[in-house]
C-alpha cells in the first residue's frame, strides 16, 4: 500500500495488482476440462469403430396354414440346416415359438411336433429343446413358428454418426489438420464383422488339424529317393484358352 502526498489517502494498486496476479497463477493450474478434443478421438478407424464378440442369435421362421399340419420340402430343409448349425456354433438351447389362440395353432402345434421330431433326427437332444408360446396382437393374423438359439458373433457400429461438420469450418481441428471424419470406415467395420464365420478367429487362431497321411508318406518317399516332391497336373496346359505369350 501507498500513501498520496496530497490527500494523505492510501493506495491499493498494488494490492489489486498483485490479487490479479495470484488468480491468474492459480488459474492456470486448472487442466481438467469436460470438453471434446480431437485428440480423444482416434484417427485409426478400427479403433474408432472396434469389432465386439458378443452373443448374438440366429433364427429362422416357419410359416404353417390353417389346415396343414405338416412341414414343406423347403421347410425341412430350413429345420435341418438350423439343427446344423446350432451342432457348430450354438451356446444354448433352440427355442421354438408357437403361436396359441390364433386361427392357425393346431396346425402349429401339430408342426411343432414335426420340428421336435426332426431336431432330434438330426442329433440336437431334447433337453436342448425349449417350447414357448406367445399370443399374437392380431387374432385374424396367420402366426408362424419360430426357432432361434444364441451364437457368438461379431457386430461394429453403429455407424452414421457425425459429431462434427464435414465441411471448412474453422473450428473444426479434425478438418483443419486433413484428419479422417468419424464415421470414416464404419462401414467397412460393420460388413467385415458380418463377414466373419467364426468370431473366435479375431482373438486367436485355430488349432491345427491332423495332416493327410496318404499324401505325406508319398512326399516322404519321393524325398527319401532324391526326387522332386511336388505335384504333377498333366492337364493343366488343357485349360488355356489362347497361346499368346509362346
Not at 98 to 122: C, F, H, K, W
Not at 136 to 141: E, K, L, V
Not at 218 to 235: L, M, Q, V
Request: aromatic share 6%; glycine share 8%; hydrophobic share 35%.
Amino acid at each position: 500500500m501507498t500513501r498520496n502526498k496530497q490527500t494523505g489517502r492510501i493506495g491499493t494498486l498494488p494490492l489489486f495488482g498483485a490479487l490479479v496476479i495470484t488468480a491468474i497463477t492459480l488459474g492456470g493450474c486448472n487442466t481438467t476440462t469436460t470438453d471434446v478434443v480431437t485428440g480423444t478421438v482416434p484417427d485409426d478407424y478400427r479403433q474408432r469403430h472396434p469389432i465386439a464378440v458378443t452373443e448374438g442369435e440366429q433364427s429362422i421362421v416357419v410359416f404353417v396354414g390353417h389346415a396343414r399340419g405338416n412341414l414343406t420340402e423347403t421347410q425341412r430343409d430350413d429345420v435341418m440346416g438350423l439343427a446344423r448349425t446350432w451342432r457348430r456354433e450354438g451356446t444354448g438351447s433352440i427355442a421354438v415359438d408357437v403361436p396359441v389362440d390364433t386361427p392357425n395353432s393346431r396346425a402349429a402345434q401339430s408342426v411343432y411336433q414335426e420340428i421336435r421330431g426332426l431336431l432330434a433326427s438330426m442329433g440336437v437332444p431334447a433337453h436342448a429343446i425349449t417350447r414357448r408360446t406367445y399370443h399374437t396382437d392380431d387374432p385374424r393374423a396367420l402366426a408362424t413358428v419360430r426357432l432361434s438359439y444364441p451364437k457368438m458373433a461379431a457386430v461394429a457400429g453403429p455407424c452414421g454418426l457425425w459429431p462434427a461438420d464435414l465441411g471448412p469450418n474453422l473450428y473444426d481441428p479434425a478438418y483443419n489438420e486433413n484428419k479422417e471424419y468419424y464415421n470414416f470406415g464404419c462401414a467397412t467395420q460393420r460388413n467385415m464383422a458380418a463377414m466373419i464365420d467364426n468370431p473366435s478367429d479375431l482373438e486367436q487362431p485355430r488349432s491345427e488339424t491332423a495332416p493327410y497321411a496318404p499324401r505325406r508318406a508319398i512326399a516322404f518317399e519321393k524325398y527319401r529317393k532324391g526326387t522332386a516332391t511336388a505335384t504333377a497336373y498333366p492337364d493343366t496346359d488343357k485349360a488355356k484358352l489362347s497361346d499368346a505369350g509362346k
